[in-house]
């Protein structure tokens, strides 16, 4: 008789401790996609330090190359975007500081905004969290469409009147890698803060793609 109580109050243990043990092991798992979330958006905000794309143009007049590093809110260094800026005078091409005005002006608070909001989805369920990690997500696309933009327009919109137009038909300056702009060749790369952000994208993708997995493998 004791024998069978204890066979029947061990049946009755292994399903409540295993029971506790999932609920545990998914406890953990939300844990660890809260804090790789909230890593992703320590990274982007910090990506605002660094420079995202940088330009070198080498000419015989510039045998050290003249370089220009882009970070979302400016452009250094200074001289040399002044020095780059007189020689595209003479071309009939807009100012580098006259580019992306907007974005440079909101980028400072935009970025960690979207860096929080992608945090704060674990607060919410649904498509809501899914529609508050896009933008981190989506970020770095976003970035290059817009970077690419610019450079076409800058390219593509010569003032006629310039003193030396007529020595140059409309291009579009390289986004990445080597190119040629009159007689400056040029050597374009993503930096430091582009693959910070790139970073933060895929790693907020990588939990959404987990969650969607761990909701779909729960058993029933």
Same mark, same amino acid.
């Given at each position: 008789?004791?024998?069978?109580?204890?066979?029947?109050?061990?049946?009755?243990?292994? %399903?409540?401790?295993?029971?506790?043990?999932?609920?545990?092991?998914?406890?953990?798992?939300?844990?660890?996609?809260?804090?790789?979330?909230?890593?992703?958006?320590?990274?982007?905000?910090?990506? +605002?330090?660094?420079?995202?794309?940088?330009?070198?143009?080498?000419?015989?007049?510039?045998?050290?190359?003249?370089?220009?590093?882009?970070?979302?809110?400016?452009?250094?260094?200074?001289?040399?975007?002044?020095?780059?800026?007189?020689?595209?005078?003479?071309?009939?091409?807009?100012?580098?500081?006259?580019?992306?005005?907007?974005?440079?002006? +909101?980028?400072?608070?935009?970025? %960690?905004?979207?860096?929080?909001?992608?945090?704060? !989805?674990?607060?919410?369920?649904?498509?809501?969290?899914?529609?508050?990690?896009?933008?981190?997500?989506?970020?770095?696309?976003?970035?290059?469409?817009?970077?690419?933009?610019?450079?076409?327009?800058?390219?593509? !919109?010569?003032? %006629?009147?310039?003193?030396?137009?007529? !020595?140059? !038909?409309?291009?579009? %300056?390289?986004?990445?890698?080597?190119?040629?702009?009159?007689?400056?060749?040029?050597?374009?790369?993503?930096?430091?803060?582009?693959?910070?952000?790139?970073?933060?994208?895929?790693?907020?993708?990588?939990?959404?793609?987990?969650?969607?997995?761990?909701?779909?493998?729960?058993?029933?």
């Amino acid at each position: 008789m004791v024998a069978t109580q204890h066979t029947q109050t061990a049946q009755v243990a292994r %399903p409540a401790a295993h029971g506790l043990s999932r609920i545990k092991v998914g406890l953990d798992a939300r844990l660890a996609r809260f804090f790789l979330q909230a890593g992703a958006g320590i990274l982007l905000i910090v990506s +605002i330090f660094y420079p995202y794309w940088e330009i070198t143009l080498h000419a015989p007049q510039y045998p050290r190359g003249l370089f220009i590093q882009t970070f979302v809110d400016k452009m250094e260094p200074a001289r040399n975007v002044f020095e780059v800026d007189g020689l595209n005078h003479y071309i009939g091409m807009i100012k580098l500081t006259d580019a992306a005005t907007i974005e440079r002006a +909101i980028s400072v608070y935009a970025i %960690p905004a979207v860096a929080l909001l992608a945090m704060a !989805s674990f607060l919410v369920t649904g498509i809501w969290r899914t529609l508050m990690r896009l933008p981190v997500i989506l970020y770095p696309v976003i970035f290059v469409v817009d970077l690419f933009a610019w450079l076409y327009y800058a390219g593509h !919109s010569l003032d %006629p009147h310039a003193p030396m137009s007529s !020595s140059i !038909s409309e291009f579009t %300056p390289k986004i990445f890698g080597k190119g040629t702009i009159g007689q400056f060749h040029t050597e374009a790369n993503f930096t430091t803060g582009f693959y910070l952000a790139a970073a933060a994208a895929v790693i907020t993708l990588v939990v959404a793609i987990w969650e969607r997995w761990s909701r779909h493998a729960r058993p029933q």
